[in-house]
């Protein structure tokens, strides 16, 4: 008969075998720095993150609220479980918990060994704040709002009024790109190709973080390319406020930190595509948004912006957050060794429909009311001291994009999986698959 011990052994060994197989394979298959079309079908079709809630509640209900640990492969890693653990991560970054850690250093280091991301306690503050100066955190309307209103026109009215056909992923990512490569760095960028080209190639080697070894030549080619772009960047572009800042700190590394704001804008080109979803669904918000789309002048596109909120919140583009260990920490009965990564696993939190009245509908009102601002584990763009520092400027570029390209015309689902439904959205939605008439 086996012992206790043993048997409480072999019960963790299980149910580490069920979070990996359940929770962190398919996140890791869909890909973490550049979506893989196949696997993000298989996910959705699968209902994957449903099935990782699933093993995350019962986690919970048998273990208690700390994080539960699990090791992989001698990696030490726990599995956050309680909303007010997520706020407590968040808020004690850097320090104990480090935002970067081996597995985002290996991916990140591809195309960017120095983003703040990944940056270290001596140069993580000034390339934060040369980040923050740039991107304006905490201003709903970004200081060169207008220069980003005339862009997003004028690239979202060229799509509209060449669009023969359905509205499908590859012609949207197009032209969302180029308006993100002008916000970035000024007209002359919005044909440059080869820098989004070069930047994809180095990311799909980055979904296999240290066990690919980083193409030293890309990156250099696609660095330079940056750093180029960055030293020509427009008046009223968002390199402009960078180099301005990063002149008088050669540690900042400029071209780096714009490497993560081109990356980065193609979570925001998803959470716009689906947000497109969210306008043409059958609950009443999206005909609320509608109405604002059609009536609403200037750059102040209030509930536009909170659906690209809840864009995020109900499909999150950041699957996992991590946070490592940087000492020992103590929580309510457990306590973990430094370098332990303590996953965050996003959709279990936003759509917990135990805690969330609203967890699996389109409710953008959350987000303008105080409801969201009051939940810890309500983090599309994560929080604390390393919060997203375009947390505003993604939600308004998305919204003057949205709103030109939309105005005036009849958007509706065209692929066979037809619009929204008003509740019991699905927990996953396959961005490549949308497609969309005007
Ligand atoms: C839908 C769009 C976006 C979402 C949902 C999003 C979300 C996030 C999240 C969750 C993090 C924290 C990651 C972590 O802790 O591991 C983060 C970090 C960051 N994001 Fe975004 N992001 C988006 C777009 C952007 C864009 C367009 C930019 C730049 C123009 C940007 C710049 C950054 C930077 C620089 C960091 C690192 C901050 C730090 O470590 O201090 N993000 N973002």
Known sequence: MPTQTEGRRAGHASETA??????????????????????????????????????????????????????LAGRRAAVVLAPEDVERLLRETPEPFSPGGREKSGALSHFQPHGVLVSEHADRPRRRWANEAALVPGQAIHPDGDTLAAQADEEALALALALEGDLDWRRFSRSFNAMARRAVFGAFAARDYRTTELLRALRARANWAYLAPARRATR?????????????????????????????????????????????????????????????????????????????????????????????????????????????????????????????????????????????????????????????ALVPFSGGPAECPAVDLVPLAVSLFLRSLVRGRRPARADAGGPLPASGLPRSLNHFALRFSL
């Open 220 to 376: 250099t080619e696609f660095l330079d390319r940056v750093r180029a772009n960055v030293e020509r960047a427009e008046p009223g572009s968002l390199a402009a406020r960078l180099a301005e800042d990063a002149a008088e700190d050669a540690d900042v590394r400029p071209e780096e930190q714009v490497a993560h704001w081109l990356f980065a804008f193609d979570a925001a080109a998803i959470a716009a595509f689906r947000a497109l979803a969210l306008l043409t669904s059958l609950s009443p918000g999206g005909h609320e948004v509608r109405e604002e789309i059609e009536d609403r002048e200037g750059l102040d596109l209030p509930l536009l912006r909170a659906t690209v909120r809840e864009s995020v919140r109900l499909w999150p583009t950041t699957l996992m957050i991590i946070r490592e260990g940087t000492r020992e920490t103590f929580w309510r009965e457990r306590s973990f060794e430094a370098g332990t990564a303590f996953l965050v696993v996003s959709s279990y939190f936003h759509r917990d429909s135990t805690r969330l009245p609203y967890a699996d509908a389109f409710e953008p009102g959350i987000w303008l009311d105080g409801r969201a601002a009051r939940e810890p």
């Open 18 to 71: 069920r979070v990996l197989a359940s929770v962190l394979l398919p996140n890791v298959a869909r890909g973490v720095i550049l979506r893989r079309p196949l696997a993000t079908g298989l996910a959705a079709g699968l209902d994957t993150d449903r099935a990782a809630a699933g093993v995350l509640h019962g986690l919970r209900e048998r273990h208690g609220d700390d994080p539960f640990p699990i090791s």
